[in-house]
């Protein structure tokens, strides 16, 4: 059996094609472990590989060769290409072994590789490719980004996904250790014949001392003592890369770093749960989940005032001493603080409980996404799996009890505005004794006689006036000069602290006759038209600002501010500006994840305004869900109609209306 090239005139017997494809395989690991790659080098380099070397035997080789002669230069030919850095063929064309992206696409190495300097991630898994790439590590890093992304978009850092090959490898790498919570570093056999599993270990090291990163070392079929004392295969694997290594650095500080990871609590694969790789998965990632899900715990505001006694009398009633499980709801009027509170209570009993969930704006979300969403969250977080998903709400809370089957759980359910909801998301759960669920709403009849409830109420002129001095001045106090405005206006304001922090934001900065105008149109509108009140905001809005205000109160709230601006954008509307104006007026939010939030009284003031009560559903600027269904079956044409929202029944209607 003969390969024929059809660019050369040379045949090649068997023997030959397989030196050449072992010269090959050697030639991609030198690289692999040159450039620090985690994944193999795509066949189709592999097959441009073989070519080029077939090409340069041919050079060598001569038809009239001998059977020893041909035998004895191919063997040369291996010999000579076992200690090459880079392939010829390869040096003016780097960009055919970079590392597939997320997308599957090959990137470009200098942009790909800056742009990871930027990125902060959870966890860095530091491992040697051929031992563990395919295996526990792959295990590892997809169990880690099914609980993790929920919380961070760059939750695990593994190199064959977040870093290309390109020359500034080094530097990414080091900069992507630094940025890291948590460092795992899985040492295998052959993990000491790297040298860049030892920098990355040497690096891991000095974050652990100067900033308290924190290390979970794998001992992956290898003992402690191996590591420790560079003996048995680990040592023989070191040694035999010792004489590789370019960095006098990594000689001299590789072993000392190796010796004091033995000194860490580390997981052994062979002994740790019994030698179960599974179980080791799910325990490191139990680990670093309750260390995650303190530190992503919810935000609170900077300028907190008067929290502290209200916070006393809730735990009052959430009391851990007492052992049975108490369900505390938490109501009051809109913009008075209940979410405030509710989530400062979580932070404070978030370390008693392993199993754990907060749910915010539950009321919008089942609105926008419909309660199997808010319960696929639930069982997640509770079960600290992947995105649990619920087609159906009697499924959902059959999953739900079976996942808070005797635990105890610590659950908060932020703006819950129908009993259905509750019933769907606790409803005949069977939680363990000591267990604490927080509920806030408006509606006190949803709370059921045996909740211990608990009241909040506006606040009082002090307090009022401390928060208003904060957000109006950043001060504790008014200056002289507007201290009198400021006592009116305050008072004005019925202790509501929304619009306090509304007023105060607005009236920032601002000549005192603004002041007085203000003042003015605050004493014309009464305390309980909070609505009207916080339109004052809204009317200081330009044009355009305006558009994006009511574009967000129905329809973009939840939504990633990115998605939003590029709408925005194509329409001209300014958003990058307009948004900017908007939360230095607190009428709106970025949080954590850059997606658009509004307080909902904000938001009902923005859709009373989009569609009056006086005028017919035709005639609003933004109708969505049952009324556009009634929008599209009228005749009349609507040219205030600036958006629709439309369900999956007004999604089909329009296509059907547009297609006839």
Not at 8 to 15: P, V
Not at 241 to 252: I, L, W, Y
Not at 535 to 542: A, H
Request: net charge negative; proline share 4%; aromatic share 8%.
């Amino acid at each position: 059996m003969f390969d024929f090239m059809h660019s050369t005139s040379l045949f090649f017997d068997r023997r030959e094609t397989e030196l050449i494809k072992m010269a090959v395989e050697q030639v991609c690991a030198t690289l692999e472990e040159a450039h620090h790659l985690t994944v193999s080098i795509d066949t189709k380099v592999r097959a441009r590989l073989e070519e080029d070397y077939r090409r340069e035997f041919t050079h060598l080789a001569k038809e009239n060769c001998g059977a020893e002669e041909r035998e004895k230069l191919t063997r040369d030919f291996y010999d000579s290409l076992k200690g090459t850095p880079v392939p010829r063929s390869m040096q003016s064309d780097e960009k055919m072994i970079n590392v597939p992206s997320a997308s599957g696409a090959y990137s470009d190495p200098s942009a790909s590789s800056t742009s990871v300097n930027g990125n902060n991630h959870y966890v860095f898994l530091s491992f040697r490719g051929p031992d563990t790439r395919n295996g526990f590590v792959d295990h590892l890093y997809h169990r880690l980004n099914d609980v993790g992304l929920l919380f961070h978009p760059n939750f695990v850092f593994r190199d064959d996904k977040d870093l290309p090959f390109g020359e500034k490898i080094g530097e990414s790498l080091i900069s992507a250790i630094k940025h890291s919570k948590v460092s795992i570093p899985v040492i295998s056999e052959n993990y000491a014949a790297s040298e860049w599993c030892l920098r990355e270990l040497i690096e891991i090291m000095e974050c652990k001392k100067t900033s308290g990163q924190i290390v979970l070392p794998v001992f992956y079929n290898v003992k402690p003592h191996e590591v420790r004392e560079l003996q048995g295969a680990f040592g023989e694997a070191f040694k035999f890369g010792m004489h590789r290594f370019k960095e006098e650095d990594v000689k001299q500080k590789a072993p000392v770093a190796l010796r004091e990871l033995v000194d860490f609590r580390a997981f052994e694969s062979e002994k740790t749960t019994n030698g179960r790789e599974g179980e080791l998965v799910n325990e490191l990632v139990e680990i670093i989940m309750r260390k995650q899900q303190h530190d992503f715990q919810p935000h609170l505001p900077v300028n907190l005032v008067g929290i502290e006694d209200r916070v006393a009398e809730v735990m009052e009633l959430v009391d851990l001493a007492c052992p049975d499980t108490r369900i505390i709801g938490i109501w009051g009027m809109g913009g008075i603080g209940k979410t405030t509170l509710a989530t400062i209570i979580y932070k404070k009993l978030f370390d008693n409980f392993q199993y754990r969930c907060s749910l915010k704006d539950i009321r919008e979300t089942t609105k926008s996404k419909g309660i199997e969403h808010v319960q696929s969250l639930l069982i997640s977080d509770i079960s600290k799996g992947p995105k649990s998903t619920v087609r159906d709400p009697e499924i959902g809370i059959n999953k739900i009890r079976l996942s808070c089957h005797k635990k105890k759980v610590l659950i908060l359910l932020d703006d819950v505005d129908r009993r259905d909801h509750l019933d769907n998301l606790i409803g005949g759960s069977n939680f363990e004794s000591g267990s604490r669920i927080i509920i806030t709403c408006r509606d006190m009849a949803l709370l059921d006689f045996e909740y211990k409830q608990y009241e909040l109420k506006e606040m009082d002129y002090e307090e009022s006036m401390l928060l208003f001095s904060r957000y109006a001045f950043e001060a504790e106090q008014p200056p002289t000069e507007l201290e009198a405005l400021s006592h009116d206006i305050v008072n004005t304001t019925g202790g509501l602290p929304l619009a306090l922090t509304v007023i105060g934001s607005l009236l920032k900065r601002r000549d005192k006759s603004i002041w007085k105008e203000m003042l003015e149109k605050l004493r014309k509108m009464p305390h309980k038209e909070v609505q009207e009140k916080l339109k004052l905001s809204y009317n200081t809005l330009e044009d355009n600002e305006k558009q994006l205000f009511l574009d967000i109160a129905c329809i973009f709230i939840g939504t990633y501010k990115r998605i939003a601006t590029y709408l925005w954008e194509d329409v001209q509307l300014y958003p990058n500006s307009a948004l900017a104006r908007m939360i230095e007026l607190s009428l709106i939010k970025i949080d954590d994840e850059n997606r658009l939030r509004m307080h909902d009284q904000l938001r009902d003031l923005g859709k009373t305004i989009a569609r009056p009560k006086e005028t017919r559903p035709w005639h609003w600027s933004r109708p969505w869900d049952e009324e556009v269904i009634k929008v599209l079956r009228h005749k009349e044409e609507n040219e205030n109609i600036e958006a629709l929202r439309l369900d999956e029944r007004g999604s089909r209607e329009f296509m059907e209306q547009k297609a006839s």
